[in-house]
């Protein structure tokens, strides 16, 4: 059975000050830096451990922090989208 990308399931959230590991169904584990997104970053212990499993194992929900990550771009290596760019891009006058 094929699981990558598209069947992946998480079914465990370990998450600590500096990053967070997914327990997937198929036994692998991801390990994923808190600052590929700074809403988790930033956010309290509280905040951070109240999530939920979204779309059968898929993604995961903050509610508390609008915040929802897809199993399937952690896996493709998909961080933050709603980030600024740090440089603007140039305008013509």
């Given amino acids: 059975m094929n699981t990558f990308p598209n069947n992946a399931q998480a079914i465990r959230l370990v ?10 169904a198929d036994g692998r584990i991801l390990g994923v830096p808190l600052t590929y997104f700074p809403r988790l970053l930033h956010a309290d212990k509280r905040q951070r451990e109240h999530y939920e499993f979204s779309g059968g194992g898929t993604g995961i929900h903050w509610a508390d922090l609008d915040e929802d990550i897809s199993v399937e ?6 961080g933050d989208r709603t ?8 305008q013509s006058i």
């Avoid at 998450?15 to 997937?24: A, G, M, Q, V």
């Avoid at 980030?83 to 140039?90: E, G, K, Q, Y």
Wanted: hydrophobic share 40%; charged share 15%.
């Fill in 15 to 24: 998450i600590d000050e500096n990053s967070f590991s997914i327990y997937l």
């Fill in 73 to 78: 771009g952690l896996l493709l290596g998909v």
């Fill in 83 to 90: 980030r600024r760019h740090l440089n603007p891009p140039l």
